[in-house]
């Protein structure tokens, strides 16, 4: 359960990973790192593709390499984007990628929205997406 990476070494990773996204159309790069709750860290990036609906999103790629991976318990993740890797505003996840937190994270999964290392928001999953479809509509009561 101990967090053994501080928010700012989170975003430090978000960056590195940034710098592997594949965007020869948007430009616009986007890094994440993503948290387990046993405290490993999985990265993405955006990887976009001819045909435009393939695209991936950074978050997306950090969260399915993790689960792919057999993880299930997140803590929080860190996300910075850019165009031409240029963070010059607070990236915010897009609503698919939201949807796909709230498939594995409770309400008060951590998302850091960067700037910087040091210049970041804080916000909770219920705060980027209240009155969410979750996995317990679907159980049988
Ligand atoms: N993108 C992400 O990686 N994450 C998001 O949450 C929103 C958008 C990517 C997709 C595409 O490669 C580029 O940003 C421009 O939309």
Same mark, same amino acid.
């Given at each position: 359960?101990?967090?053994?990476?501080?928010?700012? !070494?989170?975003?430090? $990773?978000?960056?590195?990973?940034?710098?592997?996204?594949?965007?020869?159309? #948007?430009? @616009?790069? =986007?890094?994440?790192?993503?948290?387990?709750?046993?405290?490993?860290?999985?990265?993405?990036?955006?990887?976009?593709?001819?045909?435009?609906?393939?695209?991936?999103?950074?978050?997306?790629?950090?969260?399915?390499?993790?689960?792919?991976?057999? !993880?299930?318990?997140? $803590?929080?993740?860190?996300?910075?984007?850019?165009?031409?890797?240029?963070? #010059?505003? @607070?990236? =915010?996840?897009?609503?698919?990628?939201?949807?796909?937190?709230?498939?594995?994270?409770?309400?008060?999964?951590?998302?850091?929205?960067?700037?910087?290392?040091?210049?970041?928001?804080?916000?909770?999953?219920?705060?980027?997406?209240?009155?969410?479809?979750?996995?317990?509509?679907?159980?049988?009561?």
């Amino acid at each position: 359960m101990s967090e053994r990476i501080t928010d700012a !070494e989170l975003i430090r $990773t978000a960056f590195k990973a940034m710098e592997n996204a594949y965007v020869p159309y #948007s430009g @616009y790069k =986007v890094g994440a790192a993503l948290l387990t709750e046993s405290g490993k860290v999985y990265t993405g990036c955006n990887i976009e593709n001819a045909s435009y609906t393939p695209t991936v999103c950074a978050e997306r790629t950090a969260f399915f390499k993790a689960v792919s991976e057999g !993880e299930r318990s997140f $803590t929080k993740i860190a996300v910075v984007g850019g165009k031409g890797g240029e963070v #010059s505003t @607070y990236f =915010v996840p897009c609503g698919v990628c939201r949807q796909v937190m709230s498939e594995f994270c409770d309400d008060d999964f951590s998302v850091i929205i960067a700037k910087s290392e040091t210049d970041y928001l804080l916000k909770t999953l219920n705060d980027l997406l209240p009155c969410r479809f979750s996995p317990q509509y679907l159980v049988d009561n």
